[in-house]
């Protein structure tokens, strides 16, 4: 295999060497020529990311770096590592770890250009010339992986507030994860029964013909399939995934392929966690802003039987806030935004926007309308509109529960609770990626001056960029700060792990139950 692997680094040092480009003069970051040089060439590599920062990042507005000293200083320093490539002798010992060492000088230059930036959405991702393999560099992760509360994760099960001893009403009470599992394994098992059917009338059948045999053997292990998943886990959401695949492969007969639902395209759809406590306080924590895939009208089979029960779970919690203030008995609400990682503005009517009227109005935006760094469009308002039902906003308090994993959406939810009369947050300082994105996944079609470029996992770089600089009323940028708590609490994972009790938001119950 070593040998295998020097044959291989020889051709790659070759070619390195040779593909370099005499001229200097930098034409388009994304010109094909320029990406295939990249490929071969730490040099070419660095010169598509420069021009690519150059023109796309959003961000320079608020940057105090001086981006063309950057390329004077560091081009000739990568050009160094292709010299150095170039010079390693493939039949020496030390080959494999001269290569490695080429490659950890490149990503620690990276890192020392790149950490400095703001934005907080940002990451850059290199495919090594020399090894071909990926990292990645984010200058957000870099600075927020040194806070002492990044690794706290708040954990969902709160069933120990299920307690009628306790504040919360059991059938008040619902998580959609596990409610989605069994509904999904219901489905496979009677799935599983029209397949045994079928299987059975086969066997019935003196004479088969080839084609049958075939659908025969697809059927049996389709049983066999849903089977396992059945032993494995009854309340797993990944089982669609799993069941789907297999369905894909074998082509069921009388069974049409299901697809991939775009709710399970990447992996489970959103979670959701409701309930209302007997004294009037109404929560809801989401892990990601994706509630507008699963609550379409569009979806169907068992993605339509989900999505119906998310509908029912957030219209009748939604009903209930409104019911509760006509009767004066709601005492206020919470949004639990830890561990967030953001997702679609879509969403914001759901969370939010669920409780105000109107439209949420948070700043400004710029976007990027030409090539100079600082070229952007005039600032227009940043808002989100609120749901359409909603005739008047909720009066009683609200509470934003943040820790550093609450990013972008999450953030921005934030934001528009603490703007909003008698809102406050609680908990730890927000991760601070407050911009939007565009990602349909296809960035070829993006052809501004801003957003992600490359292909992931294709191109030697890859840009992972905001489309917009996002201005807040009364802060300008929070890029890299987030947002501070009004109430700064450090989640006590001790006391959950021995106690099952969630210290943020038991805080949060306090401070609605008596102002303090």
Not at 19 to 32: A, F, H, V
Not at 48 to 54: F, K, L, R, S, T
Not at 141 to 168: C, K, M
Not at 497 to 502: E, I, V
Request: net charge negative.
């Amino acid at each position: 295999m070593k040998h295998l692997y020097t044959a291989i680094l020889a051709l790659a040092i070759i070619t390195l060497a040779s593909c370099r480009q005499d001229r200097e003069e930098l034409l388009s970051y994304n010109n094909t020529a320029n990406m295939m040089a990249a490929k071969e060439s730490y040099g070419e590599q660095f010169k598509v990311m420069w021009n690519a920062m150059n023109t796309n990042y959003a961000a320079w507005e608020i940057e105090d770096i001086d981006w063309d000293n950057i390329y004077t200083a560091y081009y000739p320093r990568f050009v160094e590592l292709d010299t150095l490539a170039s010079r390693i002798d493939t039949d020496s010992p030390d080959a494999v770890d001269r290569v490695i060492e080429i490659q950890s000088k490149a990503q620690a230059m990276y890192e020392e250009i790149l950490s400095p930036l703001h934005d907080g959405h940002m990451t850059l991702m290199f495919i090594d010339p020399l090894t071909k393999e990926s990292y990645a560099v984010s200058p957000a992760h870099i600075r927020n992986q040194a806070r002492p509360d990044f690794g706290e994760d708040a954990a969902w099960d709160l069933s120990h507030y299920i307690d009628v001893t306790n504040d919360i009403e059991a059938d008040n009470y619902i998580q959609m994860y596990p409610l989605m599992g069994s509904l999904i394994m219901d489905w496979l098992v009677q799935e599983a029964a029209k397949l045994q059917e079928a299987a059975d009338e086969y066997a019935s059948e003196e004479t088969h013909t080839a084609t049958e045999e075939i659908e025969q053997f697809q059927r049996i292990s389709m049983i066999s399939t849903i089977n396992r998943i059945q032993e494995k886990c009854s309340n797993d959401p990944s089982l669609y995934k799993d069941v789907a695949t297999a369905y894909n492969n074998l082509i069921v007969p009388n069974h049409p392929a299901l697809g991939y639902s775009p709710i399970f395209a990447d992996e489970v759809p959103a979670d959701m966690l409701l309930f209302i406590t007997k004294d009037g306080i109404c929560y809801m924590r989401i892990s990601k802003f994706l509630l507008g895939e699963v609550m379409s009208d569009d979806l169907t089979g068992i993605e339509a039987i989900i999505g119906q029960q998310y509908q029912d779970a957030w219209q009748s919690w939604h009903n209930t806030i409104y019911q509760l203030q006509r009767e004066g008995k709601l005492k206020g609400v919470i949004f639990d935004m830890r561990n967030n990682g953001g997702g679609s503005t879509d969403d914001f009517k759901y969370v939010a926007g669920s409780v105000m009227a109107g439209k949420c109005v948070l700043g400004t935006m710029k976007s990027k309308n030409g090539i100079g760094r600082l070229d952007y469009s005039p600032a227009v308002p940043f808002y989100f509109d609120c749901h359409k039902s909603n005739t008047e906003s909720i009066t009683a308090p609200i509470i934003a529960i943040t820790n550093v994993h609450s990013v972008s959406m999450a953030e921005m939810t934030t934001i528009a609770v603490k703007q909003k009369e008698g809102g406050i947050s609680l908990g730890t300082t927000t991760w601070g990626g407050c911009t939007t994105l565009i990602t349909n996944g296809d960035y070829s079609e993006l052809t501004d001056y801003a957003g992600t470029f490359g292909v992931q996992g294709e191109t030697p770089v890859f840009g992972y960029f905001p489309y917009h600089l996002c201005l807040y009323t009364g802060m300008g940028a929070a890029e890299s700060k987030g947002f501070t708590p009004d109430i700064e609490v450090r989640y006590d994972a001790d006391l959950y792990n021995q106690t099952g009790r969630d210290n943020q938001l038991e805080r949060a119950f306090q401070y609605l139950r008596t102002g303090r």
